[in-house]
């Protein structure tokens, strides 16, 4: 699969098979999340693999009240969680240097993206899960002081088909030269 198939067929997966994923599979996936660009190298993210059954139910816990990816956090075989090193993305000789502050959802969002669109190539769903009570995940996980957990994906093999959501067309989203100008191809 090229990577503009990747990106325009992948979904959010939030039913998934009990098929185990294997180790080899799952290592490529990781490392397309290790090769992504991030700010000045600092690579700040730090993953954790959760197979263990009673800690998949307790993140399903910390997931909000009706959040659809609740079952899909139970019931998928893996669910990793990126957590990102506080201070380091975004950051010149300890002082952040964007108005934007700490860097680091940036990285993190390229890392997660990188790995859904591995798994999506290798067969494999995911579905990004931002919404839940971040302090209790770094609980269950026991993340140390200085990381903060960002969000987490379940990964497994797909059960049925998820739907297409529309696309807004370019011309909505794109401007020439300056914000407003209406998007026309050369």
Known sequence: MDTLEAIKTRRSIRRYKTDPVDDKILAQVLEAARWSPSWANTQCWRFIVVRNESIKQE???ALSPNNPATNAVKTAPIIIVVC???NKSGFYRGNAVTVR???FMFDMGIAMENLALAAHSLGLGTVH?????HKKV?????VPEGYCAVEL????????EARTPPRKELAEIVFNDKFGVKYETM
Not at 138 to 142: D, H, N, T
Not at 153 to 160: A, E, I, N, S
């Open 59 to 61: 993140l399903a816990g």
């Open 153 to 160: 994906t379940p990964l497994g093999y797909p059960d049925g």
């Open 84 to 86: 990102a090193e506080l």
């Open 129 to 133: 899960v931002g919404l839940l009570d």
């Open 101 to 103: 502050g700490d860097w």
């Open 138 to 142: 770094e609980s269950i996980l026991g």
